[in-house]
T-cell receptor, first 115, second 113 residues
């Protein structure tokens, strides 16, 4: 059973508008969440993260929101640019047991930003 | 060379072959990881090495054999693979295990025929 879910495999947005990428998780022991971006033929690159003690973290055009009660996080990109077109992975990190520090990834959402 | 590099970038091998994937990190990190990404599946953690010692093996079949001779190099030795092992194999490194961001290499696209 997937512990980190990205239910939208793809998203298409017009340049200049907001992109909202969603992620749900099931394990309440996750205490740190990350977003990675992946271009074709490249490995994932770290984008932004948030600790479970916060509900928002902002870095330039990228903002991540965390709703712990709903076990939901989202990545907002404003304004969206064509260069943002990539696959975005949500990842969560557990804070217990032998898996401490290991990342659990979602399947990814492919974002296409149209000029 | 900077960051995390992986060679080869593409590999086609038969089920009876033996091959190795190589990963090198130039970031001064102490932890290295192997991940597998199959089509339409999330990235799956395979192995974790911390200070050249394997600290996690995620129930990976023995036909995959990792080796970490030093903190900068990581290998994945492959033998008698199955077609379902065809996937993108990604290497990553981090300053240490735990609360540190992982930096990924570009991956090796493996096809088993």
């Amino acid at each position: 059973d997937q512990q980190v879910k990205q239910n939208s495999p793809s998203l298409s947005v017009q340049e200049g508008r907001i992109s909202i990428l969603n992620c749900d998780y099931t394990n309440s022991m996750f205490d740190y969440f990350l977003w990675y971006k992946k271009y074709p033929a490249e490995g994932p690159t770290f984008l932004i993260s948030i600790s479970s003690i916060k509900d928002k973290n902002e870095d330039g055009r990228f903002t991540v929101f965390l709703n712990k009660s709903a076990k939901h996080l989202s990545l907002h990109i404003v304004p969206s640019q064509p260069g943002d077109s990539a696959v975005y992975f949500c990842a969560a990190r557990s804070n217990y047991g032998g898996s401490q520090g290991n990342l659990i990834f979602g399947k990814g959402t492919k974002l296409s930003v149209k000029p | 060379e900077t960051g995390v590099t992986q060679t080869p970038r593409h590999l086609v091998m038969g089920m009876t072959n033996k091959k190795s994937l190589k990963c090198e990190q130039h970031l001064g990190h102490n932890a290295m990881y192997w991940y597998k990404q199959s089509a339409k599946k999330p990235l799956e953690l395979m192995f974790v090495y911390s200070l050249e010692e394997r600290v996690e093996n995620n129930s990976v079949p023995s036909r995959f054999s990792p080796e970490c001779p030093n903190s900068s190099h990581l290998f994945l030795h492959l033998h008698t693979l199955q077609p379902e092992d065809s996937a993108l194999y990604l290497c990553a490194s981090s300053r240490a295990t735990g609360r540190y961001e992982q930096y990924f290499g570009p991956g090796t696209r493996l096809t088993v025929t």
